[in-house]
């Protein structure tokens, strides 16, 4: 047999037909779709929760200001506040970070150590972590157990982007684009069918029904991935490398020698100072890719909420809901460009998101916008060029990457939008009580 196929296109071999392909990309896309999917429901859910909670104190309900569906409410008492904006008073620090630093921890400190865990074991424990966080919602009888919660959420998608980024390097090309798009679909189809659902059913059991999400994340990678050769025990290469397959590559480390590279057999046995050489080589991409979502969620968590148009048909807690739906569109689309559009030079989109971040902050500070269609339109744009971000990051290194590189390479990269989103959190939170303890203007 030759095996010196490039392992990451080897189902595209004469012995792999058509079908083949396209299951393993569909399996990526449900793969994606389930690992942000439960992440976005649950925080809906947790939301409706919390508010059910603290409906009995009269207070306002905490805002969930994190990662995909970013949705909040203002208490009835919120129209006495003496600040020029419609502010929701109470912070969000806790569900925040409560999203963020187990997704971090993981992202940061993984790829040191994953390779020894095989990825099924991954996905069993995504899954539990998954349809544990519904349960503690579901099931929840104060703060606490919700936030937990969102801590559970966290492991299993911050885990899961971790391992089916690194996955991906066993399989065609193809397949990033599959889990590049289920994720970027999950934003919507997460928000509509739990909206969807809750009207009919109460929040708690409409959070059991998606219990049926984890269980669809478990068939897409036991039963419908074609598993290639390449990886037994569902974990590691085997084989020699084919040099000729990627000549045409540039190597993320110009002075990593290729006598080095072709003496090791597996990702799995590079030394800790090739790891860190190889991060050294990824900061060109995780560097802009922080920066996207830094600008990102500097928008979502700290500048949309007090984008308020009174006179508007939507109440102000509907428009903020419009905001993050059309950002949500934005960033399927984006995601899914990949088969038509490929940017190289993903340093432009970050300078491009930061542009959005001034314009909307003078917006938010000069309250000059006319209309909330203005809005409509840079939230998809801001979605558009967050979704191209991540998938251009993970589409380039996956391609300058040599066969042994490539699985650490991808895990390590995925650090960077946590970082963007960590920093933007740490930055909104503190800007956003400022700009609510301004008095209303004068005219």
Not at 91 to 119: G, Q
Request: with cysteine; aromatic share 12%; net charge neutral.
């Amino acid at each position: 047999m030759d095996r010196s196929i490039n392992t990451a296109d080897q189902d595209l071999s004469p012995g792999a037909d058509r079908a083949t392909r396209w299951r393993n990309i569909s399996g990526f896309w449900l793969l994606g779709l389930c690992n942000n999917f439960a992440y976005v429901v649950m925080l809906s859910a947790a939301h409706d929760i919390l508010s059910r909670q603290e409906q009995k104190d009269n207070t306002t309900v905490p805002t969930l200001g994190v990662r995909s569906e970013l949705q909040w409410t203002v208490s009835a008492g919120n129209g006495s506040n003496s600040s020029r904006y419609d502010c929701n008073p109470v912070s969000t620090a806790a569900i925040l970070l409560a999203d963020i630093l187990p997704t971090m921890l993981i992202k940061f400190t993984a790829p040191f150590y994953i390779h020894v865990v095989p990825y099924g074991w991954r996905v069993v424990l995504c899954v539990l972590t998954a349809a544990g966080s519904f349960l503690l919602v579901s099931f929840s009888s104060g703060v606490a157990m919700s936030i937990l919660g969102v801590v559970f959420a966290s492991v299993s998608a911050g885990l899961g982007e971790l391992s089916f980024l690194s996955l991906t390097a066993f399989f065609h090309s193809g397949v990033l684009w599959g889990w590049s798009s289920g994720t970027g679909g999950a934003g919507v189809l997460g928000a509509l069918s739990y909206s969807g659902l809750t009207q009919a059913l109460s929040p708690r059991v409409t959070v059991r029904v998606m219990l049926v999400v984890p269980v669809v994340m478990a068939v897409s990678y036991f039963m419908l991935l074609v598993h290639p050769p390449s990886l037994p025990n569902w974990r590691r290469l085997d084989g020699p490398r084919d040099d000729s397959a990627r000549a045409d590559r540039r190597p993320l480390l110009a002075d990593y020698s290729d006598e080095q590279t072709d003496t090791v057999d597996s990702s799995e046995s590079l030394s800790c100072a090739e790891k860190l050489l190889i991060i050294r080589g990824l900061l060109k991409y995780i560097i802009p890719l922080s920066v996207v979502y830094f600008a990102e969620y500097f928008i979502n968590q700290g500048l949309l909420e007090l984008l308020y148009f009174p006179n508007f048909f939507l109440k102000h807690s509907e428009q903020y809901r419009w905001y993050q739906t059309l950002y949500q569109v934005g960033v399927f689309v984006s995601r899914s460009s990949l088969l038509c559009v490929q940017i190289q030079r993903v340093w432009i989109l970050a300078l491009l998101q930061c542009g959005n971040a001034v314009f909307l902050f003078s917006a938010v500070y000069f309250q000059f916008l006319p209309s909330i269609y203005i809005i409509f339109v840079i939230v998809i744009y801001e979605g558009l060029l967050g979704g191209a971000g991540y998938v251009n990051t993970f589409n380039n290194i996956s391609k300058e990457s040599s066969d042994r590189h490539r699985e650490f390479a991808l895990a390590a990269a995925s650090v960077g939008d946590s970082v963007g989103i960590a920093l933007s959190g740490a930055t909104a939170l503190p800007l956003h009580d400022y700009l609510c303890s301004l008095p209303p203007r004068t005219l």
